[in-house]
């Protein structure tokens, strides 16, 4: 089984060919239009959450740079975890 590597909530990054910088607030966010299950679901960075349409779905891939981990603790591995074995048996994670 292939472990997906996840930034905890919080983790502030940068995506390729932008300037913003995202944070972190959620994972396996599904795009309605698309059906397109993302990695993660951000909110612009200072500003937090603006109004649904603001929230960028990305994928792990996609980073280019990070600037601030998220907390990291027993909790939060152990949900990274589950989420793992939720994606390697293919089961609906959302």
Do not use: A
């Not at 913003?20 to 795009?31: A, D, F, T, V």
């Not at 990305?58 to 603790?73: A, P, R, T, V």
């Amino acid at each position: 089984m292939i472990q997906k590597e996840f930034y905890p909530v919080g983790t502030i990054v940068s995506l390729f060919n932008t300037k913003e910088r995202l944070m972190i607030s959620g994972y396996y966010q599904k795009n309605n239009q698309s059906d397109k299950v993302w990695d993660y679901v951000g909110v612009l960075y200072p500003n937090g959450f603006l109004t649904p349409n603001r929230m960028v779905l990305f994928d792990h891939e996609q980073i280019e740079s990070k600037y601030y981990l998220g907390c990291q603790n027993t909790e939060q591995m152990s949900f990274i975890s589950s989420l793992n074995n939720k994606n390697s048996k293919e089961e609906d994670v959302l």
